[in-house]
């Protein structure tokens, strides 16, 4: 058995470098088209941040995990290939902002039908609109080589910032498919380290929809959480009691009901959209209009964030510092994508805010690139003031302290452990005062922030 991945991201490498760690008798072959990637997953600075990562790539790379540009020879190669290519929202056409961009899906399915002979298991790694493994199938059919090919789909449900945790030990693995050599090809695999009985197949379309729905309903508790988070703001409820006092509920449980400023990543936003979007397709109106409205509150609460923090200061933040904590969408990851820390900084810089941005993992590069994406049209377009103020307005510094020396606020965006262990007394000093802390992630130990001297707004609480 020979494995092959396609597409050397923040699935393809963790994942094939765990299952490459765990097989030592399957060689593991990563291939994507960007270089930069391929050699960074070749050097000691892999691309991606993700704790415990590094010892699982060193222990297998070399001996069983090769990363490479080399697409066609991998593929023709293995007896088993992976698809764990990017599935982004549509920017253009039929069904933007909303469908999924199945093009590098679609151009590796012709890739692997150019290049194969003989017969090869295809796995559904990326996440994908229930049904396109059917459009995978009929391309892999066209194949002139006399190949043949099962179709499974084995969607990955790991977590940045715990994907090796994650990986490691799975609450389960899903497998859809038809052929039960295929599939228990696939369950071999993952047997080498993960009892059979968490190993759940199913048939392909089940598969590929309970990706979906697992991110939608995931996404749907922290959009609820967060309604809540509104409430208790107008009431005086503590959202973080009320998560406690429903979470003890076992038919609710404790997990995923943190209120945040929103949630982000690439993919929650992306998989319901897309979800929306099927249901929409399908003459589901409703249907669609109800998990719609996950994201219509997230968004929501993200500006619910930003308009407090302007309120609060005194109507105006125009040519105020205000210390940004975080730009990361979630901790101990350096993915920044659809981060709700980019959403609030570009809310504050158009009311002139003056921005100092500091994140442990995020270099100054992304933090740029992501404002101003966050500021573009579709096409890609900016206005000239957006672009100044991104220039003029957004300082990028190495620590905390340097971030809120003179700053009027304090946002913190993302819940980085280290922010928790920082001397709040120096802070306080050398802000501007009054000093504000807007925790949007309830992470800091208000009462003795407020006993410093700090006004302390947080998510769901009154003050
Ligand atoms: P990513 O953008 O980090 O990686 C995708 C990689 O595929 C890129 O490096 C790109 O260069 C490469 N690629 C695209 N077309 C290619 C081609 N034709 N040949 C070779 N390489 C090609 O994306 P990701 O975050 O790893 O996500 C991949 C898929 O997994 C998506 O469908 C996503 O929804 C899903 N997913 C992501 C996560 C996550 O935590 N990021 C978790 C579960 C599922
Ligand atoms: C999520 C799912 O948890 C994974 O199972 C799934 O595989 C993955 O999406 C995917 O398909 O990409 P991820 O986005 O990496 O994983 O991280 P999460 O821990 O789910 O957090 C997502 C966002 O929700 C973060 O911004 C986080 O801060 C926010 N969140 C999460 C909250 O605001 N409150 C919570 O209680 C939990």
Redesign the pocket.
Known sequence: MKICCIGAGYVGGPTMAMIAKQCPDIPVHVVDLNQARIDAWNSDNLPIYEPGLDEVVKEARGRNLTFSTNVDEAIAEADMIFISVNTPTKTFGIGAGRAANLEFIEKCARQIAKVSKGHKIVVEKS?LPVRTAEAVKRILSSSGNGATFDVLSNP???????AVEDLLDPDRVLIGGESPESIKALCDVYAHWIDRDRILTTNLWSSELS?LT??AF??Q??SS??AISALCEATGADVDEVARAIGTDSRIGP??????I???????QK?ILNLVYLCEHFGLREVAAYWEQVVIMNDHQKQRFSERIVKTLFNTVSDKKIAVWGFA??KD?NDTRE??AIYVCRDLLRERARLTIYDPQVPEKSIRAELTAACSDMQGQISENDKRLIEQNVTVVSDCYEASKDAHAIAVLT?WDEFKELDFDRIFQAMQQPAFVFDGRNLLDHQKLSKVGFELHAIGKCR
């Open positions: 996440t990955e449900f790991l977590a940045e910032g715990t990706k697992a991110n995931l996404a508790r922290v959480i967060n997990k995923f009901l943190k209120a945040s929103g949630f982000g990543g690439s993919c929650f998989d969408f979630k990851t981060s709700a819940e």
